[in-house]
DNA sequence: ACCTGAACACCGTTCAAGT
DNA sequence: ACCTGAACACCGTTCAAGT
């Protein structure tokens, strides 16, 4: 292979990145393998070692640009509504990018054996920016709670999306479908927050 | 090995699920291997396939069993509260039996690859079992919204009460703590009733 | 009939060797 | 310095051969 030198370390990076990116939409990630990554680059298996660590760290910043890419679409939804319509056009964005996304989506939340005491700062950081929108719809919502009350409840009532997203999407519990999912998905939110605000 | 007709095709079935159980437990699914099984009840790879089609088998009736350890405790939450508490004990009850089974009970929420179409119908009815109290108990919550309101809800507030366990214990978006997670578990709870009854 | 264990087609990771 | 590719220590699964 006469490849020596015609792409930076930084170029074959981004080549491995979406490469390894594109197997995983396409297949899933039980079908990512380094060999197939090197194949499709038109490298050797022992580059990929040159520019990550190993194939868990290849996964963590798979699951970044992922996460990005969730950020993004809930930042698209739109500001003109009132609060709780915000909140709940929120949740059908997330299902919605799950849906859509579901081979790149699920691996977000498999546990990461490497990193599991302790996640990098810069992925971290990238889940905040997931949970900080509606964080700050619950603090609208009612300011006189206070902003521990508002965060709590957001996150209880994000976890409890994500969980109809999860066992709407993985079919592990019989397979419902999305419209199914999506009309949960309301019951859940609306009940939710009208409980919570008394 | 003169292991030949020490064991019956059932016990040696057994010895295999109990051992790869075990593996489960301790080490977790990705140290699950049939070498390793096979060592540890002393018969050779080749007769975990007498008694197994292959590893998604014999991994679709460890997740059987866990199912049924978990029906199992549902069912010893206490009879004499009023429904409120008895839906939220649930919610607990579920929440402890996941922090204390944490390697056997996540792998239940894998999407299953060779059975993704169609669960085998034991495995479905094992599932409709951990569902069943909880909707039971939503139909006498508000016996005028009629069974299918009363089945919505349950499936509703269950799947968010999952979506609590998973991201509280998989320590994917920053490791919380399982106090942290009851809390939690409450909220979602208790706000959820009050907003679904009005 | 029951069970073995070598063989097959894979993995991820490493590292001496080539340019 | 960059990149190769053979080697290592694993996988799950199969099946001819032994008892």
Redesign the interface.
């Given at each position: 292979m006469a490849r020596r030198s015609e792409h930076s370390q930084e170029q074959i990076r981004e080549m491995v990145l979406s490469a390894a990116e594109a197997i995983v939409i396409d297949e899933?990630v039980?079908a990512l393998t380094v060999r197939k990554i090197a194949l499709e680059i038109g490298y050797t298996v022992g580059s990929i070692y040159m520019v990550f660590a190993n194939m868990q760290d290849l996964m963590m910043h798979i699951k970044g640009r992922t996460l990005d890419q969730l950020a993004l679409r809930l930042q698209e939804v739109p500001d003109a509504l009132d609060i709780d319509q915000r909140i709940l056009a929120l949740a059908d964005a997330y299902l919605g990018f799950a849906a859509e996304n579901y081979n790149r989506w699920?691996i977000?939340?498999?546990?990461?054996?490497q990193y599991?005491n302790e996640?990098p700062d810069w992925y971290?950081q990238k889940?905040e920016l997931i949970?900080a929108p509606i964080e700050a719809l619950f603090r609208q919502l009612a300011p006189e709670s206070g902003a521990d009350q508002a965060r709590?409840?957001a996150?209880?009532?994000w976890?409890?999306?994500?969980?109809?997203?999860?066992?709407?999407l993985?079919?592990?519990?019989?397979r419902t479908g999305v419209e199914n999912a999506e009309?949960?998905?309301r019951?859940?939110v609306?009940?939710?927050?009208?409980?919570?605000r008394?």
């Open positions: 899933g039980e699920r977000i939340f498999e546990p990461d054996l599991s996640l971290q889940v949970f709590l409840a996150r209880a009532l976890c409890g999306v994500h969980g109809v997203c999860v066992l709407s993985n079919g592990n519990l019989g009309s949960t998905v019951l859940l609306e009940s939710f927050i009208r409980g919570w008394r």
